[in-house]
């Protein structure tokens, strides 16, 4: 069928004659004018041919309303539908065309309809009130004129046509309308996830920053400290065993003094001993030096620390290594911390041995632990350590049983300098220490806590960490 100009009638009329007529009317050559069509009809002379660009009508008849459905059916199964047809009021002893058109519009609503009546055929008030879809409905009253048969045809299986496109042009929209809103769709969700990662790539690189910044300040000040503090050191050793040479040179001087009786230079040594509190000075100055020597030790940790935070001075040597072994070795080192104070559980899993800088995550597993008896206060908790493995990756927790940790600061104990602890109890370095060396070994750091019941740092690790993505450290409740 051509979709575009269907040209294809119905005529359904209970006389051939009528039939005759509008062969006549409707299969004049397409070439043919209307003038030559009243000529053909009613033999009067013909004009000059006017040109027509369309095909030319196919006309079918049907003599009953019951033949009419059929062939309306037969149509629309073969893909050829009408469309229009010109349907007689009244076809003894069938169905009235009322009824016909009702039951073709039953089988093909979009049929275009002309209904041929005579005056007095029906009232037309009960005829338009049965037939509903005035829209595609006309009347040709008999007798009709071949002009108006004509021009119904020609402008009725024209509006078939634009009817058809345009409803097919809005299944077109509607198509294009759901795709796009799916598109739509799709590129929000992509634009959401976005959002999210570049929110969560955000954070990272905060952090990453802050940690790139503090990290050169700490070079930097370890570095100045480092020189002065060196030769403090130093020097306190020599002043150390120079003072305890002294002190020798000064018991010698008093065991001479005992042999040299009583004069006036042992009643003045006597009188400048009690003026200086020489005994007191001998008591008090070791007890000096060793406070001293430990604030000197405080320092240079402090600035080890800082070295080590700054990454200066660690080898960066890569090795295979098992994590349980770093666990046990660094849990014997704080042995002495952790007696009295906590009791730990180990519950390990089975690990594959990780690339890795095994005295840094030493190091992580030493602040988390440090933290874990801090956080236990006074209390002998538990603290549980847990490792495991999956899919390439191996993990290491630390649970306590502490204070937990208030979630308006959870975000901030990987800032460096953080710390809730008194002044001289805590440098806040801890984690921002172990979160660059995780970050270096493309792992993350997850953190749970809850508020009075504990906390629990789990560190998860690449099991060959040149294969993977920098992760990051997520905090939950
Ligand atoms: N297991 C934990 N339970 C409760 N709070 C914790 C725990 N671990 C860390 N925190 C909180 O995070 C803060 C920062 O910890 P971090 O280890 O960086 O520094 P610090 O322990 O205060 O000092 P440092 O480790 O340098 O001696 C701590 O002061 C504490 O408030
Ligand atoms: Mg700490």
Redesign the pocket.
């Known amino acids: 069928m051509n979709v575009e100009h269907n040209r294809r009638i119905l005529l359904v009329d209970d006389m051939p004659a009528i039939h005759e007529d509008f062969r006549k009317i409707l299969l004049m050559p397409a070439a043919c004018g209307l003038d030559q069509m009243e000529a053909a009809l009613f033999g009067s002379s013909a004009e000059q041919p006017a040109p027509s660009t369309l095909p030319g009508f196919m006309l079918d008849s049907a003599y009953q309303g019951q033949e009419a459905v059929a062939m309306v059916c037969a149509s629309l199964e073969a893909k050829l539908p009408y469309a229009m047809a010109f349907v007689d009021m009244r076809m003894p002893p069938g169905w009235d065309g009322v009824e016909t058109i009702e039951r073709i519009w039953q089988k093909d609503p979009e049929l275009q309809v002309v209904i041929c009546t005579a005056y007095a055929d029906h009232s037309w008030a009960e005829v338009l009130q049965r037939l509903a879809a005035r829209d595609r409905l006309l009347v040709l009253k008999k007798p009709f004129d071949p002009i108006e048969v004509s021009q119904l045809a020609s402008t009725l299986t024209a509006k078939w046509d634009t009817t058809r496109q345009a409803v097919s042009q809005l299944h077109r929209l509607e198509e294009a309308v759901l795709e796009r809103t799916a598109e739509i769709i799709e590129a929000n969700r992509l634009l959401q996830q976005e959002m999210a990662e570049r929110k969560h790539l955000q954070s990272q690189l905060v952090q990453s920053e802050k940690l790139a910044s503090i990290g050169q300040l700490a070079a930097g000040v370890a570095h100045e400290i480092n020189n002065p503090i060196g030769f403090v050191l130093s020097n306190f050793g020599a002043l150390e065993r120079y003072v305890n040479s002294l002190f020798e040179m000064l018991a010698a001087y008093e065991a001479a003094e005992k042999g040299m009786g009583a004069s006036d230079a042992t009643a003045a040594l006597e009188g400048l001993r009690d003026r200086l509190e020489l005994q007191y000075l001998k008591e008090d100055m070791p007890v000096l030096m060793r406070e001293s020597k430990e604030g000197i030790a405080r320092v240079c940790r402090i600035v080890r620390d800082l070295k080590d935070f700054s990454h200066v001075d660690w080898p960066q040597e890569w090795v295979w290594a098992d994590l349980h072994h770093g666990i046990d070795s660094t849990l014997n080192v704080a042995a002495s911390e952790i007696r009295g104070r906590a009791q730990i559980d180990k519950a390990y899993g089975s690990l594959p041995e990780i690339e890795c800088l095994p005295a840094q995550l030493n190091q992580v597993v030493l ?1 988390l632990l ?3 008896l ?2 236990m206060e006074s209390r002998c908790g538990k603290i549980i350590i847990r490792t495991g493995a999956a899919d390439g990756w191996v993990w290491f927790e630390v649970e ?1 049983e ?4 208030a979630p308006d ?1 959870v975000n901030r ?1 990987f800032d460096p300098f ?4 008194p002044i001289g109890q ?7 220490l172990s979160y660059g060396i995780v970050q270096k070994h493309r792992g993350r750091i997850e953190v749970r806590s809850a508020l009075g019941q504990g ?1 629990i ?1 789990r560190v998860v690790l690449p099991v060959r960490p040149s294969s993977v993505q920098t992760q990051a450290v997520s905090a939950g409740p």
């Open positions: 602040n440090t933290n874990a801090h956080a306590d502490g204070t937990g940790i600061i104990i953080f710390t809730t602890k805590g440098t806040g370095l801890g984690l921002s906390s740092f």
